[in-house]
């Protein structure tokens, strides 16, 4: 596992395409593979045989956090790729002071639900008709957890 560097957005973008209905472009990678401290996005890669079989993007603006996109190769799924990227993320962004992670994921969707469910996540509201989707649009679950514990 690996920060992403300049140069992996194209790879990205590629196997977004795969598992993403809505994939983003390379253009949308560019931020996260930059090497400036100053970068909003964030993006931890997976590879194997110089391949990337997984990446997670994410932010964090003061002690908010944010999960962007994460996607794992289908022919890598449930083997724990998802599970090791999900949770380098978390500690790097409690390790910067997050207190707090948030997410959307599509409510039909239900393997990612599952999948951040088992990491933590809650389910804490809808945002309506954010998606599209082949036949309209779908509700948006927001999702998130604590990073660190609160104080009393
Ligand atoms: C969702 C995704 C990132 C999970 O990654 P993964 O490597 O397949 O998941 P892992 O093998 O690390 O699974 C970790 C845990 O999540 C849960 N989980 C994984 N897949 C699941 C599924 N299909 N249904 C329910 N729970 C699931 C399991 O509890 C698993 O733990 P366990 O094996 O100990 O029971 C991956 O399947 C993926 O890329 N999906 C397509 C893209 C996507 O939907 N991204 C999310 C957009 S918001």
């Not at 209905?21 to 990678?29: D, L, N, Y």
């Not at 994460?70 to 599970?83: H, K, V």
């Amino acid at each position: 596992m690996r920060a992403a560097v300049p140069g992996d957005e194209v790879e990205l973008a590629a196997l977004d395409s795969l598992v993403n209905p809505s994939p983003w472009t390379a253009e949308q990678f560019v931020d996260a593979c930059r090497e400036q401290e100053d970068r909003y996005e964030c993006a931890l890669v997976m590879v194997c045989d110089e391949q990337p079989e997984g990446f997670v993007v994410y932010s964090r603006v003061l002690d908010e956090a944010c999960i962007h996109n994460i996607a794992i190769r289908p022919a890598m799924q449930g083997a724990g790729l998802g599970q090791l990227l999900l949770t380098a993320a978390l500690a790097r962004l409690r390790e910067a002071g997050a207190a707090r992670c948030c997410l959307e994921v599509r409510e039909s969707n239900m393997a990612a639900i599952g999948f951040y469910r088992r990491l933590g996540f809650e389910s804490g509201g809808v945002r309506r008709n954010y998606y599209t989707t082949a036949a309209g649009r779908e509700d948006a679950v927001l999702m998130s957890r604590q990073l660190i514990e609160q104080e009393c």
